[in-house]
């Protein structure tokens, strides 16, 4: 379920502010400590959530592996990624700065992950092909709270992160004037 939305963010327009940037030096690694941070954290995440989920339904009391155990965390896996991936479009920039509804082909492609997601929970003859089994209104309002907090760490750091930026600006800034 994650191709098509990790494929259409190399179509994510390019930020206008690069060109306000100094150019990178060539010797500083592309793969900087603030890129694998994030790479960490949102992984840490995905991993604990979806754990969790599978600890959670595991112990429902039915004595093994049901299909909504499966299904469940399958589920949680899923949105983890789409929520991952909507906060991935930019590294420094929120969503809602560079506009939820920019890049369309990434619209389509999370659209068609998760209508084909409803499709395996929802659709018999998927079901039975994944294992699966239909799922309650309050599991996916429960998956989507908990899955969402990948969503809702990235903009936060990047939050911070940008206004620890303006703080050292304005600090450097005061400072020459002085």
Request: glycine share 6%; charged share 20%; aromatic share 10%.
């Amino acid at each position: 379920m994650d191709g098509p939305p990790a494929q259409s963010l190399g179509v994510e327009k390019v930020d206008d502010d690069v060109l306000k940037k100094k150019p990178r030096n060539i010797k500083d690694p592309m793969i900087s400590k603030s890129l694998i941070i994030n790479v960490l954290l949102s992984a840490g995440i995905i991993i604990l959530g979806t754990l969790y989920v599978f600890q959670r339904e595991m112990e429902d009391g039915s004595g093994g592996k049901t299909k909504r155990d499966t299904t469940m965390t399958f589920t949680c896996f899923v949105l983890f990624d789409m929520w991952n991936a909507l906060s991935c479009r930019s590294q420094t920039k929120s969503v809602f700065q560079i506009g939820l509804f920019s890049n369309k082909m990434f619209l389509f492609a999370v659209a068609f992950s998760l209508i084909g997601q409803l499709l395996v929970i929802y659709f018999p003859p998927l079901q039975m092909v994944f294992q699966t089994e239909a799922l309650a209104l309050m599991d996916i309002i429960f998956l989507l709270t908990l899955t969402s907090s990948v969503f809702i760490v990235s903009e936060l750091k990047k939050y911070f992160e940008r206004a620890m930026d303006k703080r050292t600006i304005k600090k450097h800034i005061d400072l020459d004037f002085v």
